[in-house]
């Protein structure tokens, strides 16, 4: 398959498209992106489709979603492999962002089968059906450590993962199963903070969508995570795809954040009351699912593959496509 750009190895020195040039996506490319309803896949749907035009693109949402709704996203299982092979056929995509998933922590205690047919079995059919034809990116995620001995400067992408829920040990078995593919980019993100497609989604919509209705939210002081806007999370994703960058990336912010403190972000955005947010500790919780300590994320790999001096960065310079019609400059 042809290509505008070589791919480049995240393990080497070499960078990608430094941040003060725009990319260009290839003429030729189709993009797939899976979990176009999770509160990452859809900023990063969004992002592609203002730079690819409408028919070089398609997504995919679980079977019961309405939302998003567009002509060019449909309601297909993950692990149904017919329905990927016909995609395949019809659509012959040179691009797939695998962004489905399951990381809900109770649920997926609650239902480990489910989640490993979803995390595990899902990867396994994604680079079964794509990986031989298609650059592959995974969407992976922080709970595949533990966060009970966290490193200095956070979880770099040489720590070894030791996640201590089915959550975090599926994602974790899901990335072997795309490290398979031929060219492909395994990106754990940290906690993606904005809007989701339908406004319950994610850390801001969920605790919001209580307070809004006046119920109060415990939330640990004691959870650490890497939080990265949506916005920033999609551009980034965007100029790896765009540049076909591979090997193993971590994405998050550079300074932790609890929870709680996460929560007081919701509180001031919304100007909900302070009153309704409480914070415990992991060991007062009783009856949960197994709580991640600090599992921050040393995204500095990254900020070098990308060549930008700051982490988050500000802003990206925008993304264009080959096609002079749908430039994005």
Known sequence: MARSEPVRDASQSASATPADSCPA??????????????????????????????TSIRGIRPPRMRLPEAPNISSTC?????????????????????G??????????????????????????IAEVFGASAYIMHLSTDLVFSGDSPPHHGYAEDAVPDPISVAGRTFADGEREIARCPRHCIVRLGLPFGASVTGDKGA????AGRLRKGRPVTLFVDEWR????????????VRLVVTEVTGLLHCGGNVPVSLHEVGERVVAWGGFAPELLNGIHRHEEKNGPPRIGNVALDSRKLQGVLAVSDWPPVSWPKIRNTHPQICAD
């Open 25 to 54: 996506f290839p003429a030729h490319a189709r993009v797939l992106v899976t979990g176009v309803s999770s509160i990452h896949g859809w900023p990063v749907f969004r992002a592609l489709s203002e730079i690819v035009d409408g």
């Open 100 to 125: 489905a998933g399951v990381c809900d922590l109770d649920v997926c205690e609650e239902r480990p089968q489910w989640a490993e047919s979803l995390n595990v079995d899902g990867c396994r059919a």
């Open 204 to 207: 801001r919509d969920w605790v």
């Open 226 to 237: 890497s939080l990265i806007e949506c916005d920033e999370l999609a551009d980034t994703v």
């Open 78 to 98: 993950i692990t149904d492999r017919a329905a990927l092979q016909q995609l395949r056929t019809e659509f012959s995509p040179t691009h797939v962002i695998h």
